[in-house]
């Protein structure tokens, strides 16, 4: 059964579920298999398992009918359990895969600044090492839709890319973190990496920053690399291939210019008035707080799912918004937008010297 062994991957490997701890599951209600897998494992390790039911109509009727001040408003509840949960396995199991299509913008900035805090809570908790979480799919007739597959297709590419096809998955991925830790040991002695494409010719310096390795513990699907560039140090241009997707809205053929760090302009073929509106949330959200190389070939195509996208072999991605403090990163914001550039006919200069082409790094200079 795929769900049971999906869940045992994430409780015993992902999350490292231990004897007495809070343990919370997000998901829909259309991921109840495998919430029923997770939830029998949690207590099978003793743990306590404390269940959210999410749906997105729901989250529409708030955003419909919510006052400016219900909008503002942040939960002490929700407050208390981002700061004491211990482990959080969040379901990505959408039934509709743009719920807020119709929200003015206006409002989902004003709920993103208000939710502030929560991110913040999260984002120290990670970088400290407090919180063990875990963002994973379970694949729904509407996300099997928006990539453009059939529901048939879409488990086999889920499962595929989460290694469940092997018959260890856990070793799998430990054979994936060990190569990935090459990459890592090579980025962590680089000040300063250039992108260079026809569309893009993009300078970032990573001196002094942590190189994280992905290996499938924070999300799975993992298989990336990534870092938190300095801040004021970003400059130039670069266009990225794949749609922007954030909370169903798709900005398509982002085109991004920096100097000194920030965004000092930004084009899009579509959603433009979007774009800028989501630079406007707070002034880090024209700041980087990531970038990574996406390395799990066994995703091998753009799904507008970001969990996967992010990791498909041969790309780049890089972050609006927040840090992972972690990474050395100190870029603070509302939100974390993720955007996707093809790499395979790309290249990647570290300082000076080429280290990457064709979607991949040389095996020469790991």
Not at 58 to 70: G, S
Not at 151 to 163: H, N, P, S, T
Not at 292 to 307: C, E, P, S, V
Request: aromatic fraction near 8%; charged fraction near 30%.
């Amino acid at each position: 059964m795929i769900e049971r062994k999906q869940a045992e991957l994430l409780t015993r490997y992902c999350g490292e579920v231990r004897k007495g701890d809070e343990v919370q599951i997000r998901a829909s209600i259309e991921a109840m298999p495998l919430i029923k897998e997770i939830y029998k494992s949690v207590v099978s390790l003793g743990a306590y398992p404390r269940l959210a039911i999410e749906d997105e109509e729901l989250q529409e009727i708030f955003y419909r009918n919510a006052p400016v001040e219900l909008l503002e408003y942040l939960s002490p509840i929700d407050k208390f359990i981002s700061e004491n949960v211990n482990v959080s396995f969040s379901i990505i199991s959408s039934t509709h895969v743009k719920p807020l299509i119709s929200i003015d913008p206006e409002k989902l900035k004003v709920r993103s600044n208000a939710l502030r805090p929560l991110t913040e809570i999260f984002m120290r908790r990670d970088g400290e090492g407090s919180l063990r979480w875990t963002v994973t799919l379970y694949p729904t007739r509407a996300l099997a839709q928006e990539a453009n597959m059939s529901i048939i297709d879409y488990q086999e590419f889920v499962a595929r890319a989460l290694k469940l096809h092997l018959p260890d998955p856990v070793a799998a991925w430990q054979a994936q973190a060990r190569s990935q830790e090459k990459i890592v040991a090579l980025l962590s002695r680089v000040s300063e990496l250039r992108v260079k494409d026809e569309d893009t010719d993009l300078l970032l310096r990573v001196d002094g920053r942590t190189w994280i390795n992905d290996e499938g513990k924070r999300n799975m699907p993992g298989g990336e690399v990534f870092t938190g560039p300095v801040e004021e140090a970003t400059e130039g241009h670069i266009t990225f291939t794949y749609p922007a997707v954030w909370r169903g809205y798709e900005v398509e053929g982002v085109r991004l210019r920096f100097s000194r760090g920030s965004v000092i302009e930004a084009r899009a073929l579509k959603g433009e008035e979007f774009l800028r509106k989501m630079l406007e949330v707070d002034e880090g959200a024209r700041r980087l707080g990531e970038a990574a190389f996406g390395l799990n070939y066994d995703i091998k195509r753009h799904t507008k799912q970001i969990l996967f996208d992010e990791k498909i072999g041969g790309t780049m991605h890089l972050a609006l918004g927040a840090s992972y403090p972690k990474t050395g990163g100190k870029n603070t914001s509302a939100i974390h937008w993720d955007m996707i550039k093809d790499m395979t006919k790309a290249r990647v200069y570290a300082d000076g010297e080429l280290v990457y082409e064709n979607g991949r790094f040389i095996e020469e200079v790991l």
